[in-house]
């Protein structure tokens, strides 16, 4: 490792993957050491050839050990070198993947293995744990959790828009049918709008179907300095944008007072852009992996991230134009809904924009040429958001 | 060199008489680092804090950081669940991903969080792995002095340190703070929590909040230190995996951040180590894994008051232990008694995090005169 001062060219050499479940078997180890050598071995990489590790989970709690990644780091081969982990909640899934960028950006590493895995299964309650996230004098007394703050969020979105919670079906419709074909989905399925809408209500206007399953997983990419990867990878894909955004803790403090749009997300798109040198999303991103706990959310995201107006998210997908033979495809993995929710594992949106790029994304491949993709994260208690921004030499 | 700068540190301790709220710490803190830097919250570009769930009780528990650190609207949610200095590392990393962006690096700890003997005791506890390790220690009245009491008696052992010696070193350290001073007597009267580590030689939990701004072009163009280099690393969590007789996260820890800094002996360019004595063994270990004395001669290296000085102002000894803020204020304090009127030098900054101190970060630090 050497350090120096100039930001450098970094890559993403590789990813990895492994079906999402509920209740796996295999204990977080052995979830994380499955994805570190999918990688590496896609990589054409031994673990010694690693610099540094950073893991991500979104909480504690979830696992129940505090610290719970100090066991883990031998799963992805990280025992005797630079190791850390991240935990910004749901948003982990993206803002690990920044953190990793960064270690390789600034030079202290070459090449970084960056692992994000969750398994919520083995939590008796999360929504106790979520609760728990709440300040407590205001907030957590209410008895606050995710579902029932998801509800007033697409209540305020629905309204500031005027959408219908049919356009939020018409989103679990195209998610949980492109997990079909999906061979790391939990949850593929060729489902109707009606069915959708005749789901049972968790918190009105949010539906089960609306709703990501509970799931248990990890995900794996190794980023490489700009040197190693023009000796390994003759088409790489590089790292071209990160970007974050994050709102006050309080409710009565934020600056993004209506919940129905995400200031914070769209900052973070922002700032992604700016370093992508991104001006017109709608047309220079060729594909979108946007963090979808909820119907409502990919929505949100896909506006935040300029891929089509503001409220217009919902005409986009039922026009097709997100579908994977759409003009600009959109979770063709299934994103959260379809493939699955493990948390900080929501790293798969990274791992998906990667593999679409790469033309290794197999019956979720899309039509058009993919040389740019962006996909986001969203946590802290709905007020992260992470954004990268993956491409190809133009 | 890094190319990174510590343009400012801020530390904060409640008063007496006074309970302020994490954030009200937290602000203080990040207002004096502001302050000694020269610049307004405005110049923020960026954030890593470092924070534990457990510890505090709740879930994404660095999530008030934001309001406190002037961070809202802005990309400073990053949170490390390791020590104060791996947050130093994330933050080196993002100035020199990011020139010129300014990088609030922060942890802030209550005492009070852990509200009782009995939650510290729980939380110590489901520190452990669930399957091999949290069953041996079930019910152990101190479980994170457990780890270090099987270090200390490997340590000692093998090197033919005696308790005596343990004792005395941890009273000379606590005998530096004004209110945590004990008598090597005191200490080993005291009762035993992990043999041969007794209550004493714990040091005592504080409340503390730290906050270091770094950039590689530093606002007002003054700086209080240059990061010359940084290292992290991590060894197995599972005792049983690995030799509790040496330091291994420190050591590989320093080898990066020497590697960097350009330092081949630092027994003789350090000028000064602040390594971490919750439980005094540490310090021992650590001052090995610096490369500041041989396997074995760190106890009577911490005796002599030749250069490299460890610990001068005694440490978590003196100061107290609060987990993940205290290396950063170790590291903050001596910045400014290295500096005012006393030379500068290099500056040497250690601290552990998980199961038995399994993961360790270590700065090297040219503090200006």
Known sequence: ??????????????????????????????????????????????????????????????????????????????????????????????????????VVASGLADIVLCVCYEKMSDNENSQKVFNYVYDPGFVRPVGLNVPIQCGLEARAYLHRYGISEEEMAAVSVKNLGNAVVNPYAQRGREITVEEVLESPYISWPVKILDTSPVSDGARAAVFASESVIRDLDDDPVWVRGIGRGADSYWYMGRRNKDLGRLDYAYLGAKLAYEMAGIEKPAEEVHYAEPYDPFTYKEMQHIEALGLCEEGGAGRFVQE???NRDGDLPVNSSGGLLGEGNPIGAGMSRFNWCWLQIKGQAGDCQVERDVDTAACTGWGGMYQYNATVVLGRDA | MTGVSIAGVGVAEPAEDERPSHAELLYRATRAALDDAGIEREAITTAVTSSYDYVEGRPLSNQFTLDSIGGVMKPCDLRLGDDGLHALAAGVSAALAEPGAVVVVASVQ??????????????????????????????????????????????MAEHGVSEDDLASLVSRRSGLGSSAARSAEQILDSAVVAGPLRELHVAPPTDVAAALIVSTDPPSGKARGAIRGIGWSAVEGMLGLRDLGEDEATAAAARRAYEQAGIADPADQVDRVEAYNVYGIDELQAVEALGIASAGGAIDAVRGKGSPVVNPTGAQQSAGWARGPASLAGTARALGEMADGNGGGTLVSQGWTGCGGCSSAVAVIEVAA
């Open chain 1, 1 to 102: 490792m050497s350090a120096t001062n100039g930001v450098r060219r970094v890559g993403v050499l590789s990813v990895g993957m492994m079906p999402f479940a509920r209740a796996l078997a295999e204990d977080t180890q052995e979830l994380v050491y499955r994805v570190s050598k999918d990688a590496l071995d896609r990589a054409g990489l031994r673990r010694d050839d690693v610099d540094a590790v950073v893991m991500g989970s979104a909480v504690d709690p979830f696992n129940g050990t505090n610290e719970s990644d100090k066991f883990l780091v031998a799963g992805a081969g990280g025992v005797g070198k630079p190791y850390y982990r991240n935990a910004t909640s749901g948003s982990t899934a993206v803002s690990t993947p920044s953190l990793a960028y960064e």
């Open chain 2, 110 to 155: 209550l005492r009070r969080s852990e509200h009782s003997e009995e939650a510290r005791r729980v939380v110590q506890e489901i520190s452990y792995e669930p399957v091999w390790l949290r069953p041996v220690i079930a019910g152990a009245r101190n479980p994170e002095a457990l780890s270090f009491g099987l270090r200390a008696q490997r340590y």
């Open chain 1, 320 to 322: 097709g134009k997100a």
